[in-house]
């Protein structure tokens, strides 16, 4: 399984109320795990900066992820951004195995 962030910004409108805020949150949760059930879930985060959440989660494919990002865009999000990562001992793994080819 490939590891995924999806980035999300919401919209001011629905982060103007925490009680419509947090049931958006579970009904979003409740959908992806209903559309993505083999997504496994790492970690949630709410976060300064440009993006409100991160969240890290684990998928067997990029069209999941992209699944992923388009609920997020449904239920509120201004902006959703799947990235996909590597491991730091993996990312050296494919470093070494790529200079070995030079």
Not at 1 to 14: G, W
Not at 59 to 68: G, L, Q, R, T
Not at 78 to 96: F, G, R
């Amino acid at each position: 399984m490939a590891t995924f962030i999806l980035m999300t910004k919401l919209s001011s409108e629905v982060m103007e109320n925490p009680k419509e805020r947090a049931k958006k949150g579970r009904e979003w949760f409740k959908k992806v795990k209903k559309v993505c059930p083999e997504v496994k879930w790492i970690a949630h985060y709410s976060i300064l900066g440009p993006y409100d959440f991160m969240d890290i989660y684990e998928a067997e494919s990029a069209e999941i992820a992209y699944k992923v990002s388009l609920i997020s865009r449904i239920y509120g999000a201004v902006s959703a951004e799947s990235w996909e990562a590597l491991p730091y001992d993996q990312y050296l793994k494919v470093l070494k195995e790529t200079l070995k080819k030079q």
